[in-house]
């Protein structure tokens, strides 16, 4: 896997600074890599995230800035060490980096799987990080922002799907049967959801050292269910 990181790098300090990153991954990635098919679809979210913070959509566009910036660290931090052969790396980005070349699993269910590990596994832990930065708790404002942009990710979501079953995959989507099932069942909102209520449950843990046990559980949850989403 070649990529623009593989050395020590500055976190990006900015949205803009996240897509520039994003891209260049794209960039180092075959057209055919599952990882890439992930970034591809965490990409366009990125645009849409960031015009909503420029358009002044949220309450508090500084703690939604950073959310996205810090958000997007854990994503590029796991896969920073993965290509520097450096553990850990949370077993639910595992079982996307070790099936990213597989022939028989679709580039939809490759950008799911990769959602459903940064959406499920991450955001808890962004969350949560974000509001010590800042100060304060989940509620009021941050969680009516944080409420709002899933219709921007839910719009996200079926462009990206349409992008990743067109041309020649256009005339398969009937025909993918139980992995179509599979991926269908799987949705953002749900996603986002559990994310918040993991992130309330593991602020609630601050301080009393069972932090990273559950965060190790949630691990084993989420790549459980990556490893379905990826099953040929």
Not at 18 to 45: C, K, Q, W
Request: glycine share 10%; aromatic share 8%; charged share 20%.
């Amino acid at each position: 896997m070649q990529l623009p990181f593989e050395g020590p790098v500055e976190a990006p300090a900015s949205v803009a600074a996240v897509i520039e990153e994003l891209v260049d991954v794209s960039a180092g990635l075959h057209p055919g890599d599952g990882v890439r098919a992930f970034n591809e679809m965490y990409l366009v979210t990125t645009r849409n995230v960031e015009a909503a913070i420029t358009g002044m959509h949220f309450a508090d566009s500084a703690f939604m800035t950073r959310l996205d910036i810090v958000f997007a660290q854990l994503y590029l931090g796991a896969l920073r060490r993965f290509v520097a052969g450096q553990r850990p790396v949370a077993r639910c980005w595992a079982v996307l980096y070790d099936a990213r070349a597989r022939r028989d699993v679709l580039q939809l269910q490759f950008a799911v799987a990769g959602m459903n590990a940064h959406i499920n596994y991450d955001l808890a832990h962004a969350l949560v990080l974000t509001a010590r930065e800042f100060g304060g708790g989940l509620d009021g404002a941050r969680r009516r922002d944080f409420l709002a942009i899933n219709e921007i990710l839910g719009r996200t979501q079926a462009v990206v799907r349409a992008q990743l079953l067109a041309g020649p995959l256009a005339g398969l989507d009937h025909a993918l049967g139980a992995r179509d099932d599979r991926v269908s069942l799987w949705g953002i909102e749900r996603a986002r959801e559990f994310a918040w209520h993991s992130a309330m449950a593991l602020s609630g843990l601050t301080g009393t050292g069972a932090e990273d046990d559950y965060l190790d559980g949630t691990d084993r949850i989420v790549s459980l269910s990556s490893k379905l989403l990826l099953l040929p």
